[in-house]
């Protein structure tokens, strides 16, 4: 993508033709912050990357709770707004313009990787899981929040896939699957916690069993929802 692509798109987000609800994202974030926490996987002073950075709400919160942060975007305008904002605020959070399908980190530089509504607007997603497996640590954490299909209208996604995909894609590239979330009247609604690990392939055919009872499961949540 060439740099005016993504100011038109930075300059789109802000003018709220895509919005989030920041006191949405901040639950969120804290959410998952409880829940590893509740299961010994959170560790004080662990590094974590941000993609798709944005205002830094997110980062900044993963800051005030001990952890080190960096953040990339495609957007030259967010990173200089990061820094500003990390000035103003004395919470240090290093941001740098970069792409997640070919990302420049050394490999297992981080603890965890956090991603909050970003994963749909790759355009190669199989390309930055094998980002993420690579630049996360043996046992690090993978989470990031990602919109229901019924979101697909949204010009800036690229991609919206199902929930098995997802979960297989996971496990091709040697996340275990932790934690899943999914809440059928949201527009935001799901949640995925994974653990880097080395798969084998028994528990790559346990793990399809397993992903056959969640999506049973999910089906039954529409159907009781609608």
Known sequence: MDDKFW???NRNMKEG??????KTRSRDVREVIYWLRERDLWWKDGRLLNIGIGDGEEAFIFVEEGLEVTGISNSLEEVKNIHATRDHMGLYVTAFRMD??????QDESFDYVYLHDTMEHFIAPIMVFAQLRRVLRMGGILAFHYPTISDSHNWTHWF???PRLIFDWLLKFGFRLLCFKYEPMASSEQLYIAQKVEITEDEYQRGGNII???????KQLKEDGS
């Open 212 to 218: 056959g009872d969640i999506l049973r499961e999910m």
């Open 100 to 105: 997640a399908h070919q990302m420049s980190f």
């Open 160 to 162: 919206i896939e199902s």
């Open 7 to 9: 100011d038109i798109f």
């Open 17 to 22: 033709i895509h919005h989030t609800n920041g």
